[in-house]
């Protein structure tokens, strides 16, 4: 069984770094796919460029920002549970009602956005406690076991397949909405078929056991506390990024053919691994990093509220019930409006920490879970 070491946790700056290029970069690819809207009309505003901007955007941020989310939920999670145990308290109540709290803040935001993630993070954090008791040893193996992709790989060894009909059917469904409904007619259709479409997504994505991956490697970081400049961290992070970036480079290379479905989530995977290595070994490498990143830390310690805030703003400018973006603006334009999004908020933020020592829903997240 696990216990604490009795080490001071104090905040990790890189983290909240990490999580911001996180918020900032799921919300710069939800523009490009105009908040979940796969339209069949023409275009009216496109250039050249669209392809090769939702090309770079995709290898770069899908699948990886929602990954490193994930991550650094699980290191939190550490963080929050490690600092109960030094204190002789048992968290794992606390943290229970802490996603019960979580699972509320993702209907709010699924009935703005389809596509939330946080519903689905909720319930993945709560299989954090039972794992959370295990010796490190124990925990390593399931993230080994979580990182070969078991479904996918048992998939293609007995040549069974999922079927995804339902999941196409569903999401013709909302993307319906999203492009010719009203408001409220959207909501609903939001809140009735949200969750599954995205517990569906994950399944069809090879998401399904790699997010868990991602909550369980965060939880196993924060115990061998990689994320500080002790000891001999950084080179273990020069190490990651070295070998991360041959097999990318590797891989980039090989058509996966009838093996994609197993090897393009490892391959995010390891894209994914390489982009946290690489900024967490210019953070402490470099000091004109620092002063970089550090605005990126501002907009990561209100990554909830920015989650929120892009969900209503995004769809407001895309859907059909507001400015109906979706069909006016290419790829390349629509990704000139996440920038602006990201700007905006982020001034929101450095307004907000003027004031506040924490922001609006992070702080009422804090209030509720210690009801």
């Not at 299989?127 to 070969?148: D, N």
Request: with cysteine; glycine share 8%.
């Amino acid at each position: 069984m696990y216990k604490t070491r009795n080490l001071p946790n104090t905040r990790i700056d890189v983290a909240d770094a990490l999580r911001g290029i996180a918020v900032a970069g799921i919300i710069l690819y939800h523009s490009v796919e105009h908040f979940n809207i796969f339209t069949q009309e023409p275009i009216t505003y496109s250039l050249a460029s669209d392809q090769t901007v939702a090309d770079v955007l995709a290898w770069l941020l899908s699948g990886k920002m929602y990954g490193i989310f994930a991550m650094l939920f699980g290191l939190s999670f550490f963080i929050m549970n490690d600092n109960q145990q030094q204190k002789g308290k048992n968290f794992s109540g606390r943290f229970a009602w802490r996603m019960c709290l979580l699972f509320m803040f993702g209907i709010i935001n699924v009935a703005f956005y389809d596509g939330d993630i946080l519903m689905l993070y909720a319930c993945y954090g709560l299989l954090l406690i039972p794992i959370s008791y295990l010796p490190s040893k124990w925990v390593w193996c399931i993230i080994a076991l979580l990182a070969i992709q078991p479904v996918e790989l048992y998939c293609l060894l007995t040549g069974y397949e999922i079927d995804h009909t339902r999941f196409y059917e569903v999401s013709g469904i909302i993307n319906s909405a999203h492009e010719h409904a009203t408001f409220w007619e959207n909501t609903l259709t939001n809140l009735r078929y949200g969750f599954e479409v995205n517990l569906r997504f994950n399944v069809f994505s090879g998401r399904l056991t790699q997010l868990l991956c991602l909550f369980i490697l965060g939880m196993q970081l924060g115990r061998q506390r990689l994320f500080y400049n002790e000891g001999r961290n950084l080179k273990i992070w020069h190490r990651i990024l070295i070998c991360s970036a041959i097999v990318v480079i590797a891989l980039s290379f090989v058509g996966f053919g009838s093996l994609e479905s197993w090897l393009k989530p490892i391959y995010n995977f390891i894209i994914l691994l390489m982009i946290v290595s690489a900024i967490v070994s210019a953070w402490y490498a470099f000091e004109g990093v620092r002063r970089v990143l550090h605005h990126l830390c501002i907009f990561g310690r209100m990554s909830l509220t920015n989650y929120l805030l892009q969900s209503i703003i995004g769809c407001a400018i895309f859907c059909g019930y507001g400015l109906a973006c979706y069909h006016h603006l290419g790829i390349t334009y629509a990704v000139m409006i996440g920038c602006g999004m990201v700007i905006c908020q982020y001034l929101f933020a450095r307004y907000w920490f003027s004031s506040h020592p924490r922001g609006p829903l992070e702080g009422l997240w804090r209030k509720l879970t210690w009801i």
